[in-house]
């Protein structure tokens, strides 16, 4: 099975596990194990965290997920209105705890824009 997915929900953590889970069913149709579907998932909770301005309460998150031979690609994108560039300590702290989690990802801290990629 393969296909596109958009979930589209207000910027705040807590609607962060409507993403995830729509990462957790992709990746699921797509064959991945136990342990590739978590990984996914928590890389998918770590993005939140990651692209979320805690200082503008308000906007949306957007994540785009493309699923197909074996692959599920993800675009994850923060519209808070002023937003600041995401902070380095925060691009590291992603770095060392989802960098491993995916194939490859990529980040534009001044968009607050994010993609990944995870294989089966």
């Given at each position: 099975?393969?296909?596109d997915v958009r979930?589209?929900?207000?910027?705040?953590?807590k609607?962060?596990?409507m993403?995830?889970?729509?990462?957790?069913h992709?990746?699921?149709?797509q064959?991945?194990s136990?342990?590739?579907?978590?990984s996914?998932?928590?890389?998918?909770k770590e993005a939140v965290?990651l692209l979320?301005?805690?200082?503008?309460?308000?906007?949306?998150?957007e994540?785009?997920?493309?699923?197909?031979a074996?692959?599920?690609?993800v675009?994850?994108?923060v519209?808070?209105?002023e937003s600041?560039?995401?902070?380095?300590?925060?691009?590291d702290?992603?770095?060392?705890?989802a960098g491993?989690l995916?194939?490859?990802w990529?980040?534009?801290?001044d968009?607050?824009?994010?993609?990944?990629?995870?294989?089966?």
């Amino acid at each position: 099975m393969s296909g596109d997915v958009r979930v589209k929900v207000p910027a705040a953590p807590k609607y962060g596990r409507m993403a995830e889970i729509a990462a957790v069913h992709a990746a699921t149709h797509q064959g991945f194990s136990s342990n590739e579907i978590g990984s996914l998932g928590q890389a998918i909770k770590e993005a939140v965290l990651l692209l979320l301005d805690p200082g503008q309460p308000n906007g949306s998150m957007e994540f785009d997920f493309q699923s197909k031979a074996g692959i599920v690609t993800v675009e994850a994108h923060v519209e808070q209105g002023e937003s600041k560039p995401i902070p380095h300590n925060k691009i590291d702290r992603f770095e060392s705890t989802a960098g491993s989690l995916v194939d490859s990802w990529k980040l534009d801290p001044d968009e607050r824009r994010l993609w990944l990629q995870k294989s089966a």
